[in-house]
T-cell receptor
């Protein structure tokens, strides 16, 4: 089945610097790659996602890149701010056909704790 | 307000005592799912449901049951809880499958099994 590896597990940056989190996936049929942000004690929330027909997507200070050949995708945060401090999860959605329809699993990485130092 | 509601938020129980964690969404979402979050392991999918009366196993279904008799509700049942099921549990929903629309998570249920 699908396996998603996420690195680094912890990342500390100075305010204003950039942060990059990388994920690799094993199932080449995966076609959807969301990123979730979880602040301390809160629920995960979607911040950006990318589909396999696109190589890059940007939303203000956040961007995601996808390399389908290498089976990896990355989250880039520019001009980091203290409120960016959180745990970030990548995920991949493999396509599995069962009983005449596609299943809908979502496999998460193990998370990256980002700390932005003021 | 559109939301996913889980209850209870905190639960302490003993080994073997059946429990149910409820999940309800008011967004008319077709897809609902349960995850457990453990340190160093991220979020792991337990069960999911594509629609009423349609459920399927995630990656860690052992020891859990679910049902989807109504569109808005997706309870998680632990028939005989064990200490290794101590975890933070999240229910989530999306309009029509998570790769068509974003997942909305509940606030979580912290379960301790002694």
């Amino acid at each position: 089945g699908e396996n998603v590896e996420q690195h680094p597990s912890t990342l500390s940056v100075q305010e204003g610097d950039s942060a990059v989190i990388k994920c690799t996936y094993s199932d080449s049929a995966s076609n959807y790659f969301p990123w979730y942000k979880q602040e301390l004690g809160k629920r995960p929330q979607l911040i950006i996602d990318i589909r396999s027909n696109v190589g890059e997507k940007k939303d203000q200070r956040i961007a995601v890149t996808l390399n389908k050949t290498a089976k990896h995708f990355s989250l880039h945060i520019t001009e980091t701010q203290p409120e960016d401090s959180a745990v970030y999860f990548c995920a991949a959605s493999p396509i599995t056909v069962r009983y005449g329809g596609a299943t809908n699993k979502l496999i998460f990485g193990t998370g990256t704790l980002l700390a932005v130092q003021p | 307000e559109a939301q996913v509601t889980q209850n209870p938020r905190y639960l302490i129980t003993v080994t073997g005592k059946k429990l149910t964690v409820t999940c309800s969404q008011n967004m008319n979402h077709e897809y609902m799912s349960w995850y457990r979050q453990d340190p160093g392991l991220g979020l792991r999918q337990i069960y999911y449901s594509m629609n009423v009366e349609v459920t399927d196993k995630g990656d860690v279904p052992e020891g859990y049951k679910v049902s989807r008799k109504e569109k808005r509700n997706f309870p998680l049942i632990l028939e005989s809880p064990s200490p290794n099921q101590t975890s933070l549990y999240f229910c989530a929903s999306s309009l029509r499958g998570h790769n068509n629309s974003p997942l909305h998570f509940g606030n979580g249920t912290r379960l301790t099994v002694t």
